[in-house]
């Protein structure tokens, strides 16, 4: 499985961001796609998961801030960043989850300036 992730970038305070990952390879009909983020210094935490079927989890601190949703013809997940804050910047990194196992995309910048 490969992820590409894009949509980054730099936006004041505020602002908003969609975030998207395409996956390719062997997908399955059931799995889990999931966005993490790592901030420098940091260890890599937990920001939102969608299942195929549409069920969603978030990280409490971004909640009613960001929505996860996917398109599964595309095989695409998109991460909808809303009222950033300084505090979410970090590398944001799509996640295929098979089992056990993640598949890691390469990562897209995401800078909140105050």
């Known amino acids: 499985v490969q992820l590409q992730a894009s949509g980054g970038g730099l936006v004041q305070a505020g602002g908003y961001l969609r975030l998207s990952c395409a996956a390719s390879?062997?997908?399955?009909?059931?799995?889990?796609m999931d966005w993490y983020r790592q901030a420098p210094g940091k260890q890599r935490e937990f920001v939102a998961r969608?299942?195929?079927?549409?069920?969603?989890s978030y990280l409490d601190s971004v909640k009613g801030r960001f929505t996860i949703s996917r398109d599964n013809p595309k095989n695409t997940v998109y991460l909808q960043m809303s009222s950033l804050k300084p505090e979410d910047t970090a590398v944001y990194y799509c996640?295929?989850?098979?089992?056990?196992?993640?598949?890691w995309g390469q990562g897209t910048q995401v800078t909140v300036s105050s």
């Open positions: 969608i299942t195929s079927v549409g069920s969603t």
């Open positions: 390879g062997s997908i399955s009909s059931y799995n889990v």
């Open positions: 996640a295929y989850v098979s089992g056990t196992t993640f598949y």
